[in-house]
């Protein structure tokens, strides 16, 4: 027996060297999609099918080759499949799904092929759900997602493709349209590597060095020679003689130390391709007794290394942004973008307590739900240089298409699940009213009710007994109650009552002398250009935050004259808060709103433009910090913008650094003090004097990126949309406080997440059959740094369950135990993108989950 036990691990292993020893190189062929660049809709719908067509005839006359000279394809985008389905009979669709379950077509997680740098990380999510539900409908998992062409790739991507279920990943670029050196096309550290987040997942990733064009090797179509190819044949051999030459792990010195390479794509910027036999052809002539060549599906490659190459590098790196920034060049329609996907977070909590109450909640919003999952996955494809054949008007207005499908179905479903979730709450004599809680912890916070009914009145907490704090506002033309609600429960509501009489007599929020607008927390000086000069903060010394640097100031659009403008207006003065207003025509028309609160330390301000603008314009924010370091959320991670020899998140070499991802928050703090700046609206934000190939990363000024055009072709050949596609009305909101303890991610987000998603109030109008209850809590968590990133009702309905998606933003692993105020029958770990993974173990209402430092899970609770 034992000397069988060492013959079968002899086998084994020469088995294994000799496959290390052999050359194993993969071609695959996929027709790169430039959507509405290359073409319009209906031309890239009549191409997606009669290519699919094309290539499942070729997989079925092959069928009989050996496995590695059968006929292969990769689509690369879920998009292609959804296409095909719309225009093929239910058979021919059924013929599709079987080569994607025999591995023959491949399809990746992304829709489109997109920029990430410009999206919110719910975005980046939603825009996967079309895979996700094809997943579960054919019985497979799709391991692979891309982000191609574009020079540049964020950190947190990573995390976020192997939480969606993703194991594998290629980059090639353009190295066209940038401003990146052409030194930083080349000289990767790694060419094959573990991309790694924060949390420690990730995918496994090709990014070779692009030494020649963008068709050869580390191009986005990296099995062509030619632009325009005489002989696919020869185009081919050349591609499997450069994967033979790339490396060898013999020597154990090779910059690329494997024996197995791939070149991936060949379509190029063409509409359609059609060369299936080609790859067929050079697998079959490149093959020898030392060189294996495969028609690939890009996975297999994928599980080679994975098999035969164990411990690759790891990279945490993020690669700046290039082409990403182009969707600020229609910021107000990209800024609509994002305030939607911050809407769903309360629209969907709402529904979910809606939908365990009535499960019919919502059915008649599918339609309108799959537009949205669907234009999530394309609004932020990667052409928006919208310089090619499609025109730029076509471009402009399919974008405009797109984003109305995200913004109606966000309104729609937050209306509807407002409305409803008042229905069945008990109204009373006097006027009762909800305030909804999205966020996973108790909030003290302001809220506006819709109001109309006589004055005076005051505003009593069912739940105390008690009168709150309120007073009467005018907001957009229209009047509200303003109130400030205490203790509104974790992902719920508590009720309030309004009864006839004069309130508590209470002082104005804070006090307004001229210029200068002052609370218990902070006294601060708006100038009419809208400008603020000083920013005190009182509880910590008279400490002055502001700062100038290059003449700007803190909430300056550059302008000129910094006493110029219309004279300054109260707005809405009473208890819970008092606003000062500027109107400016320098450097354009724009009016600010600054807001400060009795019981918050939060300085929000409202700016808007109302004028359209051809340059680039941004919002300065110079604060009075000594160097200090700058962290800002990107993409599902919290990373600190300097390089990685500073002991930062950016790569050193073949980054981009001028415009950084601008999501929820970005914090500047040196040792003991910082300042956090929320942001809803600006999708990039820079740091100081930072160029594209220099991150001024101990400056203390941060221009948020208020739109406009950022790179050229040449100085007469601006990329994006030209004059903001003639808008003429833009809104930001940002939001300042001020802490006096070193910078703590968890703090930074909560209050950005509070800011963004303020407490709703609409009314309670159910009848004798809805509940009495006061105040209502549909999830709970026992640590405070584990933070709920959304809830919602699962794809097909509450009766496939609630959808929980929380993310740790503590560094160290933590075991929560999360609470549902409803009874749960079962608990699933599932993909971001709702497939099933692995049952949990659940104790009634509550389960106890195991998180690493940063990771965000995802669950689904299958309700009784």
């Not at 030619?226 to 044949?233: G, S």
């Not at 009213?433 to 819709?450: A, E, S």
């Not at 004028?611 to 700058?630: E, G, H, I, V």
């Not at 549902?820 to 949990?840: D, F, M």
Request: charged share 20%; net charge positive.
């Amino acid at each position: 027996m034992k000397a069988f036990i060492l013959s079968v691990l002899a086998i084994l292993v020469f088995g294994s060297l000799k496959a290390q020893q052999t050359k194993r190189l993969y071609i695959a062929n996929d027709d790169h999609t430039d959507y509405m660049w290359t073409g319009n809709e209906a031309q890239y719908d009549s191409a997606f099918v009669h290519m699919l067509d094309y290539y499942l005839g070729q997989i079925d006359s092959t069928r009989s080759e050996p496995e590695d000279f059968q006929a292969r394809f990769n689509c690369d985008g879920s998009f292609w499949v959804k296409t095909y389905e719309k225009y093929r009979s239910p058979a021919q669709f059924e013929r599709l799904v079987r080569a994607i379950r025999s591995r023959h077509i491949s399809v990746p997680l992304n829709s489109l092929v997109s920029t990430y740098g410009a999206q919110p990380t719910e975005a980046v999510i939603r825009g996967m759900f079309d895979a996700g539900q094809m997943e579960r409908r054919f019985g497979v998992r799709f391991p692979l997602a891309v982000a191609m062409e574009n020079q540049t790739l964020p950190l947190g991507m990573s995390s976020l493709w192997a939480g969606s279920g993703a194991k594998y990943s290629w980059k090639g670029i353009c190295g066209c349209a940038s401003k990146m050196h052409r030194s930083s096309f080349t000289g990767r550290n790694h060419q094959l590597y573990n991309y790694t987040g924060l949390d420690g997942s990730g995918v496994i990733m090709k990014w070779y060095d692009m030494t020649g064009s963008n068709t050869s090797l580390g191009g986005y179509a990296e099995a062509r020679l030619d632009k325009k190819p005489k002989d696919v044949a020869n185009e081919l051999m050349h591609s499997v003689r450069l994967l033979s030459a790339l490396g060898d792990s013999a020597t154990g010195k090779a910059k690329y130390p494997y024996n197995a390479a791939a070149a991936f794509g060949y379509g190029w910027d063409d509409l359609a391709t059609y060369v299936s036999p080609h790859f067929i052809n050079a697998a079959k002539n490149g093959t020898n007794p030392s060189t294996k060549v495969r028609v690939s599906n890009e996975v297999d490659f994928f599980e080679d290394i994975a098999n035969n190459y164990p411990k690759l590098p790891s990279e945490s790196l993020s690669y700046g942004n290039e082409w990403d920034t182009y969707s600020a060049s229609m910021n107000e329609t990209t800024a609509k973008v994002r305030r939607a996907t911050e809407k769903l977070r309360t629209a969907e909590a709402m529904a979910s307590i809606v939908s365990i109450r009535d499960n019919s909640f919502g059915t008649h919003l599918k339609a309108e739900r799959d537009k949205a999952w669907e234009a999530f996955g394309q609004y932020w494809e990667h052409d928006w240089t919208a310089d090619g054949p499609v025109s730029q008007k076509d471009r402009a207005e399919w974008q405009l298409k797109i984003q109305n499908h995200i913004t109606t179905y966000a309104d729609s479903l937050f209306n509807h699940a407002q409305k409803s979730l008042g229905s069945q709450l008990r109204q009373s004599a006097n006027p009762r009213f909800y305030v909804f809680n999205p966020l996973n912890w108790i909030r003290d916070d302001v809220t506006d009710m819709p109001y109309e009914g006589k004055y005076p009145v005051k505003v009593v907490d069912l739940q105390t007994d008690k009168e709150v704090p309120s007073q009467l506002i005018t907001k957009g033309g229209k009047k509200a109650l303003r109130v400030w609600a205490r203790r509104v429960p974790s992902v719920g509501y508590k009720v309030f009552e309004i009864r006839q009489g004069k309130p508590h007599t209470l002082p104005a929020a804070a006090v307004v002398s001229g210029e200068y607008l002052k609370n218990k927390y902070y006294r601060l000086r708006l100038r009419k250009s809208g400008v603020i000069t000083e920013l005190v903060d009182s509880s910590a010394g008279g400490r002055q935050l502001v700062s100038a640097a290059n003449g700007r100031h803190l909430n300056d659009l550059g302008t000129k004259a910094i006493d110029e403008g219309e004279p300054l207006v109260m707005e809405n003065v009473g208890p819970v808060s008092v606003t000062l207003k500027a109107v400016s025509n320098d450097p354009v028309r724009h009016t600010v709103r600054v807001t400060l609160f009795k019981d918050s330390r939060r300085v929000e301000i409202e700016d808007s433009i109302q004028a359209n603008f051809k340059d680039l314009k941004t919002w300065a924010f110079s604060f009075a910090l000594d160097r200090p370091t700058t962290r800002h959320e990107e993409l599902g991670a919290v990373l600190t913008a300097k390089t990685d020899k500073e002991g930062g998140h950016y790569a050193s070499q073949n980054a981009r650094y001028d415009w950084l991802t601008f999501n929820h928050f970005a914090d500047m703090s040196a040792k003991g003090y910082g300042v956090t700046l929320s942001n809803a609206d600006c999708s990039f934000f820079k740091l100081g004097d930072s160029t594209p190939d220099s991150l001024h990363s101990r400056s203390s000024q941060l221009h948020a990126l208020a739109g406009g055009r950022t790179d050229a072709m040449v100085e007469s050949d601006m990329l994006g949309i030209h004059n903001q596609f003639g808008q003429k009305d833009f809104f930001y909101q940002f939001a300042i406080t001020a802490h006096q303890q070193d910078f703590d991610a968890l703090a930074a987000m909560k209050f950005s997440l509070e800011h963004q998603n303020p407490l709703r109030a609409a009314m309670v109008t159910g009848g004798k059959a809805a509940t009495e209850q006061a105040a209502f809590s549909l999830i709970s968590s026992d640590k405070p740094e584990l933070v709920l990133w959304s809830v919602k009702p699962a794809e097909g309905g509450i009766g496939n369950g609630l959808i929980t998606r929380f993310w740790n933003l503590g560094g160290k692993a933590s075991t929560p135990s999360i609470h549902l105020g409803t009874q749960a029958v079962e608990v699933w770990q599932t993909s971001h993108i709702e497939t099933n993974e692995k049952r949990l173990s659940q104790q009634g209402h509550s389960l106890n989950a195991p998180f690493g430092g940063h990771q965000i899970r995802t669950f689904r609770w299958l309700i009784r």
